[in-house]
Every structure is written in C-alpha cells, then in structure tokens.
C-alpha cells in the first residue's frame, strides 16, 4: 500500500472509531416514515367503511316496505301504488266507493268515486273469464254504490254476492278488461 492510501485508511478508521455507539444503533432501526397521502388514504376509507356500517341499516330501516322488492305488474301494481285512505275497518257510508286489500294486508285502501263509476263496475259483477281453481289475482276488491250496499266485481251478480260491508271470498272470476278500465281510471283520478 502506498503512503497516501495508508494515511488516508489511518484516517477513515479513526473517524469510524469515533463515532457513537448510540448513533450506530440509531440508524440500524430506522424505518421510512410512511407517506401522508397513504395515512389519507387509509383514513378516507375507514371513515367510508364507518359511514356505510352505520347508514345501510339506517337506510334499510326507513324505507318503505314495499320498496324492498318489485311491485306486481298490472292491476295488483296499479292498486299498491295508488293515492288511497287506508283503514283498518271499512263502515257503510253514503258515499259510493272502491275498496281494495292487497294479499298479506291486514287494512283497506279506499278511494272515493261517483255513483255512475260506482254502477258502472258494480255492473262488471261475474263478466270477466272464469277463474280456474280460485285463482289468486293478489287482491280483494269491493264496491259500494253509496246505499251500504257492497258487491265484488270478482264474483257472479247474485243475492249471495252481496253484503253489508266488506266481506270473504274466493275469486269465482276475473275482472272483465271493462273492469280494469274502470278502476284503473279511478285510481288515476284519485291521484288528482
């Protein structure tokens, strides 16, 4: 080794041997400080997860239960989307009306009508096709013309068809498509 390689290793080795233990140790366990923007990304999606934990039940719970699922095409979905009063017991009134309870309801949705839309459905009584085995239409529709007088469109017009209020039955037959104009366009008119 030459002079100038020797005095100048002389010299590194006593620089190394006069540096601190502590700071030896120091930078041996360093480790990179993560970056801000991981730490923001970090914390935006565990307030997300927080938001949405706490949210979906919250908006699960405040919808309509209806809303949950498909509404029934045709009738049945013209009838559970309509403008109506609902009640949990249907009186006699003077007034002519249309009252219907869709299947697994426990009350009535009424909508008030004029006498002649009254008579004019109460006059579809059994004109509609014959229900096969009691076919289920995913509703029970009354009619009264004002006079306490309740009758079904769903089933023949005979004395033993008619009630003083609101009562059983299984569909003998299927509304006649004059039938569904007709309570289609009180539903519609009901809305305003």
């Given at each position: 080794?030459?002079?100038?390689?020797?005095?100048?290793?002389?010299?590194?080795?006593d620089a190394v041997g006069r540096i601190d233990d502590g700071l030896i140790t120091e930078a041996a366990s360093y480790k990179r400080k993560t970056p801000g923007y991981l730490?923001?990304?970090i914390?935006?999606?565990?307030?997300?997860?927080?938001l949405f934990t706490v949210m979906i039940p919250v908006l699960v719970r405040t919808l309509p239960r209806g809303s949950q699922s498909a509404a029934p095409s045709g009738l049945p979905g013209v009838l559970a989307s309509a403008v109506a009063s609902t009640v949990s017991s249907v009186e006699p009134?003077?007034?002519?009306?249309?009252?219907?309870?869709?299947?697994g309801e426990d009350v009535y949705h009424v909508i008030n009508v004029s006498g002649s839309t009254a008579s004019a459905l109460c006059a579809q009584s059994g004109k509609g096709s014959r229900?096969?085995?009691?076919k289920e239409q995913g509703f029970r529709l009354w009619v009264?013309?004002?006079s306490g007088r309740f009758v079904t469109p769903q089933l023949?017009?005979?004395?033993?068809?008619?009630?003083?209020?609101?009562?059983?039955?299984?569909?003998e037959y299927e509304l006649s498509p004059q039938a569904e104009r007709i309570i289609k366009e009180a539903v519609k008119t009901a809305k305003g």
């Amino acid at each position: 080794m030459t002079t100038d390689k020797k005095a100048y290793a002389d010299a590194l080795m006593d620089a190394v041997g006069r540096i601190d233990d502590g700071l030896i140790t120091e930078a041996a366990s360093y480790k990179r400080k993560t970056p801000g923007y991981l730490k923001a990304a970090i914390g935006m999606a565990a307030s997300f997860l927080i938001l949405f934990t706490v949210m979906i039940p919250v908006l699960v719970r405040t919808l309509p239960r209806g809303s949950q699922s498909a509404a029934p095409s045709g009738l049945p979905g013209v009838l559970a989307s309509a403008v109506a009063s609902t009640v949990s017991s249907v009186e006699p009134v003077g007034q002519p009306r249309i009252i219907w309870q869709l299947d697994g309801e426990d009350v009535y949705h009424v909508i008030n009508v004029s006498g002649s839309t009254a008579s004019a459905l109460c006059a579809q009584s059994g004109k509609g096709s014959r229900s096969e085995g009691e076919k289920e239409q995913g509703f029970r529709l009354w009619v009264t013309d004002g006079s306490g007088r309740f009758v079904t469109p769903q089933l023949s017009a005979s004395d033993g068809n008619v009630g003083c209020g609101v009562f059983d039955y299984g569909e003998e037959y299927e509304l006649s498509p004059q039938a569904e104009r007709i309570i289609k366009e009180a539903v519609k008119t009901a809305k305003g």
